[in-house]
């Protein structure tokens, strides 16, 4: 019985994760927490008092509201982050991943690896966040637990487009740009903080077109209890291709960086 | 020490590949070329390797040598001519190769953020070593690599000796047949290199097969029972160090140095003197089977060298004979 490859390479990640772990668990509990304050009480008492907010958000406090939000973008920014430094570490600096290729396993091995590390990093993430949520009334839901999986699955979207991204990267300035362009865009304009409806048509839709959205929409339905199961599915579904199209270009081009 | 050979040598399981072929080498190359767009870095070389050789590829940078390594480690596809390791090939066998051999890159690839026994122990999981049999064989490795000590050290705290020490052990760890190191001592001090070419000795000892690329010719001398120049792609000499030597060069070289610029005035001046005679940036040399006698002829037609150096020809002189360049720039 041989352990899959993908296994192999994430269990390297696992050792150096270690060596970490508690740290970062740790700020995976307070993120959340300060911004469930900030946002609940600052954000929250403005909005909550203003008459006809309830009907934009869907007759839930703003603190509720967010929460789902809170969740699926805490997956995006680890899914994302982890997909740009350590990536170009793999092949470029520490060059592990060249390491890797050396041995009986090849760059499908490591493009799933990377994968089933980014599952299990933004798994831990998200359930510290929902762990925080649990602790207030207002954000208590059951639909946390879909929320934790709908959150990898957000996670997993940006990692493996990112990592695919990431391969052909020469200088690292190129990360801060998708951290400025791209991730904290889609962090204030993506629908975590407010329904997209309060946007412009044009910004609605190159929200639309990134897999953010389409989580944050799943998670909220779970944790409000309003789930329209076609709709979760498609959303879901749009979320997968982002997934596999990422984890099928970062192969290609793995392997073309590893097999000259 | 003795318990790391009894389990490293491995008899049994190498045989067991190689009982229906023992004859057949473990590298067979037949017109074997290297393409990146339009240049060629490797083009066209005839190379076999057979087990239990020390074998090396010997060049200046840029000479083609890694690219070689690279297609035979079956991380390079080859672009035309015929490749086989093991008897495999490597476009469609490519992992069942890297299975079996070791690989030390030019490069370090360790996790410099971990600690040595983990790197040691990450990379037995590549090849899925169970994690007891990982463990076991790291402890031995250490030993081996004189790394025992060291085991909990994080890797960025170690001399580059000591790292290329460990990417050793760390290519041992699947217990390879075929061992290839790319300029396994490139950047060491000499005292480092002596601890590395004993490790590498034993190895060989124990039958394992080395492969390696080196641009240092007392490395080649030290290490290879045979070896290719090569230059610009191509192989220009075959052979072990010793008939190279033999062949190409005479038995002893004369080291002529001469005041500034005196170089180029006295070099007319030394012609019929021993064999042939080669004017360097920095000295003249002479190519002599008795570099005594060359001296005192050359004493005698005038010259007055600063400095004068009697030493036997060595691989340098056999590459400067082939190609006209030093090796070293």
Redesign the interface.
Known sequence: MTTPGAFRVASWSLTAYRRFWRLNLLSSLVQPMLYLLGLGVGVGSLVDRNVGSGDVLGSVSYVAFVAPGLLITTAMALGAGESMWPVMGGLTWQRGYHGIAATELEARDIVLGHATWMAVRCGIAAAAVALALACFGETRSWGLIPGVLVAILVGLSFAMPIMAFSIGVKLDGAFAGVQRFLIIPLFLFGGAFYPLTQLPTLVQWIAKFFPLWHGVVVARDFSLGTVDWPGVAGHLAYISVWIAAGIWVATVRLRGKLYP | MRVWRRNYSGRATRRKYYRPSMTEPLIVAENLRKR?GEFTAVDGIDVQVQKGEAFGFLGPNGAGKSSTMRMI?C???VTSGHLRVFGLDPATH???I??RIG?V?Q????????SVQ?NL???G????LPRAEAKRRAAELLEFAQLTERAKSVVETLSGGMKRRLSIARSLI?EPELLLLDEPTTGLDPQARHVLWDRLYRLKQQGVTLVLTTHYMDEAEQLCDRLVVMDQGKIVAEGSPRSLIEQYATREVLELRFAADGNEAAFPKLEGIGDRQELLPDRVLVYADDGEHALAEAHRRGLEPESALVRRASLEDVFLLLTGRSLVD
């Open positions: 990146f480690a991380v390079s596809p490519g992992a069942a890297r299975r690989v890159p490069l370090d690839t360790l996790d410099v953020e971990l983990e122990w990450l990379y999981r590549f090849f899925d699947n």
